[in-house]
């Protein structure tokens, strides 16, 4: 079974600050997806940015991006120049790729506030 | 043009009774997913159907049935509700492509309260 494990669980930055959020996972399979998700207090579910395992080159996404570690399971999520607007409950997320019909497990979730 | 919905967004009811979550996604998408998120805000998936067929199956009483009365829609059935119920239920959507399944699309979330 793959398990995601979210080692902060709340973290705060400053406004137009950079902030670096960690997760790191446990698999045996070689193709797989990464995820992040945003949850605002709206308890809206948001992907933020995704990484296919198979890829060696780091997704980024405007002020998001990631730094992907395969062979140390890690997948940690950099913000730039924070926003207010930035502040939410992030997930991140497993998916094998073996299955037709994904099961994904999510880790615990980092609540990110931003300050003025 | 809503992605994916889900009703009632709110539901408040008393232990014991029957209630039902409806969602339905208009992406075109073939795999639907129900999940739940308690109160410490963890997120564990239910149930996924691809095509109508159910595909994964939590640890989840029978209390809860799921119900896909075509790829487009899944709805959520709880008999019996207990206040171990009182959650967010959330249902999502994505497309089997290429290798492995496609970015899952979450619906707006069900809160459900039991008295």
């Known amino acids: 079974a793959q398990t995601v494990t979210q080692s902060q669980p709340e973290m705060s930055v400053q406004e137009a600050e950079t902030v670096t959020l960690s997760c790191t996972y446990d698999t045996s399979e070689s193709n797989y997806y990464l995820f992040w998700y945003k949850q605002p207090p709206s308890r809206q579910m948001i992907l933020v940015i995704r990484q296919e395992a198979y890829k060696q080159q780091n997704a980024t996404e405007n002020r998001f991006s990631v730094n992907f570690q395969k062979a140390a399971k890690s997948f940690s999520l950099k913000i730039s120049d924070s926003q207010l607007g930035d502040t939410a409950m992030y997930f991140c997320?497993?998916?094998?790729?073996?299955?037709?019909?994904?099961?994904?497990?999510f880790g615990d979730g980092t609540t990110l506030t931003v300050k003025p | 043009d809503t992605a994916v919905s889900q009703t009632p967004k709110y539901l408040v009811t008393q232990m014991g009774n029957d209630k039902s979550i409806k969602c339905e996604q208009n992406l075109g998408h073939d795999t639907m997913y129900w999940y739940k998120q308690d109160s410490k805000k963890f997120l564990k998936i239910m149930f996924s159907?691809?095509?109508?067929?159910?595909?994964i199956n939590e640890t989840v009483p029978n209390r809860f049935s799921p119900k896909s009365p075509d790829k487009a829609h899944l709805n959520l059935h709880i008999n019996s509700l207990e206040l171990g119920d009182s959650a967010v239920y959330f249902c999502?959507?994505?497309?089997?492509?290429?290798?492995?399944?496609?970015?899952?699309?979450f619906g707006p979330g069900t809160r459900l309260l039991v008295l």
């Open positions: 999502a959507s994505s497309q089997v492509a290429g290798q492995g399944v496609e970015t899952q699309y």
């Open positions: 997320a497993f998916m094998s790729a073996m299955t037709n019909a994904g099961k994904s497990t």
């Open positions: 159907y691809n095509n109508k067929e159910l595909i």
